[in-house]
């Protein structure tokens, strides 16, 4: 099964969605800030990353540009994720190189769908 990195500094959010992948049959992987992610996307190869945008170190649109950059990682989807639903914040994650855009509190199936049409292409 496809194998996830859920980037998530609060650890109540993190938790619960990932249980929630796991029961789905996905692999998942975590990291806690913006650093984390780049470097986990580098040498754990993920299907897929879910992004927190508001993140410590450096936050969820500076490591999807990073993520994005690099040539070894750049094909990874990633989906932002957020508490901030204005068209703004989606326009400013899609500009930053994320390939969708979902907001808090998690919407599982929406999300699952999100998921899968990414995998697929």
């Given at each position: 099964?496809?194998?996830i990195?859920?980037?998530?500094?609060n650890?109540?959010?993190?938790?619960?969605?990932?249980?929630?992948?796991?029961?789905k049959?996905?692999?998942?992987?975590?990291?806690?800030?913006?650093?984390?992610?780049?470097?986990?996307?580098?040498?754990?190869?993920?299907?897929?990353?879910?992004?927190?945008?508001?993140?410590?170190?450096?936050?969820?649109?500076?490591?999807?540009?990073?993520?994005?950059?690099?040539?070894?990682?750049?094909?990874?989807?990633?989906?932002?994720?957020?508490?901030?639903?204005?068209?703004?914040d989606?326009?400013?994650?899609?500009?930053?190189?994320?390939?969708?855009?979902?907001?808090?509190?998690?919407?599982?199936?929406?999300?699952?769908?999100?998921?899968?049409?990414?995998?697929?292409?």
């Amino acid at each position: 099964m496809a194998k996830i990195l859920l980037v998530e500094d609060n650890e109540m959010n993190r938790d619960m969605l990932s249980r929630r992948l796991l029961r789905k049959g996905y692999e998942v992987f975590m990291a806690v800030d913006g650093a984390a992610a780049v470097a986990d996307a580098k040498t754990q190869k993920p299907d897929l990353i879910l992004m927190d945008i508001s993140l410590p170190v450096i936050d969820g649109l500076e490591a999807t540009r990073q993520i994005k950059v690099d040539a070894d990682t750049a094909a990874i989807p990633i989906i932002a994720l957020t508490a901030h639903a204005l068209a703004e914040d989606r326009d400013k994650a899609l500009a930053a190189g994320c390939n969708d855009f979902d907001t808090k509190p998690i919407d599982l199936p929406r999300l699952l769908e999100k998921i899968e049409t990414l995998l697929k292409k």
